[in-house]
């Protein structure tokens, strides 16, 4: 099962609003709606933004968003804050009864 | 709150079997959602290891080759991770985790995961 593919970085200021892609197949992310967005600090496990493409666990605030059209997944963050510097990875339930993850995007907050 | 802690050797061979517990504090581990293994090579992505129910029932991710097996123990609330023949490529961060919802595949609760080495 390939990755599913995010692009290695993005920037914004803050304020700013920016969007992460995550691009998967008709197996994957076009098939189910078992897509989880997670972000990553160095040295800390990632933590759970955004559950089943749309949904925000408790906690998580709604500067973060996130869609899906076909094939592809995307998370927004508006407002950006310093504290959002981190890596963003994809995930995406598939027909092959596994998960998998996107390759993971750098965001740096200028 | 629910807390995951990984324990294992830190230290494993080539060739040899790693084996890992993760002990789930505050909430049963008998839940009709399913507990997870997930790794991270050193400045590498996160790859889904496998998965398992209280019943037992388990899934594994196909690129593993057969060379993974999970088990787990409701009286001590721990769930394990065994992976056979390892080589350097499995040096990785390994995590435990548990989903949001009934095969949601999200996970909420992790450990704070620990670094296995494979090296002689």
């Known amino acids: 099962q390939s990755a599913l593919t995010q692009p290695p970085s993005v920037s914004g200021s803050p304020g700013q609003s920016v969007t992460i892609s995550c691009t998967g197949t008709s197996s994957d992310i076009g098939f189910y709606n078992r897509v989880s967005w997670y972000q990553q600090t160095p040295g800390t496990a990632p933590k759970l933004l955004i559950v089943e493409v749309t949904n925000r666990p408790s906690g998580v605030p709604d500067r973060f968003s996130a869609s899906k059209s076909g094939n592809t997944a995307s998370l927004t963050i508006s407002g950006l804050q310093t504290e959002d510097e981190a890596d963003y990875y994809c995930?995406?339930?598939?027909?092959?009864?596994?998960?998998?993850f996107g390759g993971g995007t750098r965001l740096t907050v200028l | 709150q629910v807390q995951l802690q990984e324990s294992g050797p830190g230290l494993v061979k080539p060739s040899e079997t790693l084996s890992l517990t993760c002990t789930v504090s505050a909430s049963s581990i008998n839940t009709p959602y399913h507990w997870g293994w997930i790794r991270q090579p050193p400045g590498k992505r996160l790859e889904w290891l496998g998965i398992i129910y209280h019943s037992g029932s388990a899934s594994y991710n196909p690129s593993l080759r057969g060379r993974v097996s999970m088990s787990i123990d409701s009286s001590k609330n721990q769930f394990s991770l065994k992976l056979t023949s390892v080589t350097a490529a499995d040096t990785a961060v390994y995590y435990c985790?548990?989903?949001?919802?009934?095969?949601?595949?999200?996970?909420?609760?992790w450990g704070q995961g620990t670094l296995v080495t494979v090296a002689s």
């Open positions: 995930s995406s339930y598939t027909t092959s009864s596994s998960l998998v």
């Open positions: 985790a548990g989903e949001t919802d009934y095969d949601s595949f999200g996970y909420i609760h």
